[in-house]
């Protein structure tokens, strides 16, 4: 049984900085393409930025372009979500979910498989 576990969500202010982790378990993770979604009240699941089983190509919505960075850990199962410079438009619930090995990377959330429970991203002006 596969599970997605994020952690690191949280409250800052805007130009601040979150990190956010998401640990896999059920199956090998090296195998399968990792990508963080999010959802605002209102708004429909899109994608952030995504990562090949490899972790040598990644790809980014243009809005977090510059500013998040997506990197992944094989051997700890965990792949991670850097954002910098928060801005208010950036407050969701962010998701992890997991996907099949392929390039280019799918950033349609019905091409994902596995997914987590969300971790919530406030950021105050």
């Known amino acids: 049984q596969v599970q997605l576990v994020e952690s690191g969500g949280g409250s800052v202010q805007a130009g601040g900085s979150l990190r956010l982790s998401c640990a896999a378990s059920?199956?090998?993770?090296?195998?399968?393409?990792m990508g963080w979604f999010r959802q605002a009240p209102g708004n429909e699941r899109e994608f952030v930025a995504g990562?090949?089983?490899?972790?040598?190509?990644?790809y980014y919505t243009d809005s977090v372009k510059g500013r998040f960075t997506i990197s992944r850990d094989n051997a700890k199962s965990t792949v991670y979500l850097q954002m910098n410079s928060l801005t208010p438009e950036d407050t969701a619930v962010y998701y992890c979910?997991?996907?099949?090995?392929?390039?280019?990377?799918?950033?349609?959330?019905?091409?994902?498989?596995?997914w987590g429970q969300g971790t919530q991203v406030t950021v105050s002006s």
């Open positions: 990562i090949t089983w490899s972790g040598r190509i990644t």
């Open positions: 059920g199956r090998t993770f090296s195998n399968y393409n």
């Open positions: 979910a997991q996907g099949k090995a392929q390039h280019p990377i799918a950033t349609m959330w019905h091409e994902y498989d596995y």
